[in-house]
């Protein structure tokens, strides 16, 4: 299994970046994918979760309404978009998957909202 986030940067409250996870390894489309983010200091909390076939969408209640998660199974990559970026979002960010009891974790991208 192995997950590859890209997308993070720096970004001025505000503004918008699309993270991604490319997915390979394992049957992608058949799992559930999530994001989760690390602050400094801070747990590793959940951030969006998709369903396998992209139905089933939850989001934390700190991002709901600014970010969009999504998927392409034909791509297996799952997305992070996040809008109207505020400094309180600035975190290393995570993708999930977890297969047969196991959580896999990719290497993270930092992302910073600040001026």
């Known amino acids: 299994v192995q997950l590859v986030e890209s997308g993070g940067g720096l970004v001025q409250p505000g503004g918008s970046l699309r993270l991604s996870c490319a997915a390979s390894?394992?049957?992608?489309?058949?799992?559930?994918m999530s994001w989760y983010r690390q602050a400094p200091g801070k747990e590793r909390d959940l951030v969006a979760y998709?369903?396998?076939?992209?139905?089933?969408?939850k989001y934390v209640d700190s991002v709901k309404g600014r970010s969009t998660i999504y998927r392409d199974n034909a791509k297996n990559t799952v997305y992070l978009q996040m809008n109207s970026l505020k400094p309180e979002d600035t975190a290393v960010y995570y993708c999930?998957?977890?297969?047969?009891?196991?959580?896999?974790w990719g290497q993270g991208t930092q992302v910073t909202v600040s001026l």
């Open positions: 998709i369903s396998s076939d992209g139905a089933l969408r």
């Open positions: 999930n998957a977890r297969i047969a009891g196991t959580n896999y």
């Open positions: 390894g394992f049957s992608f489309s058949s799992y559930f």
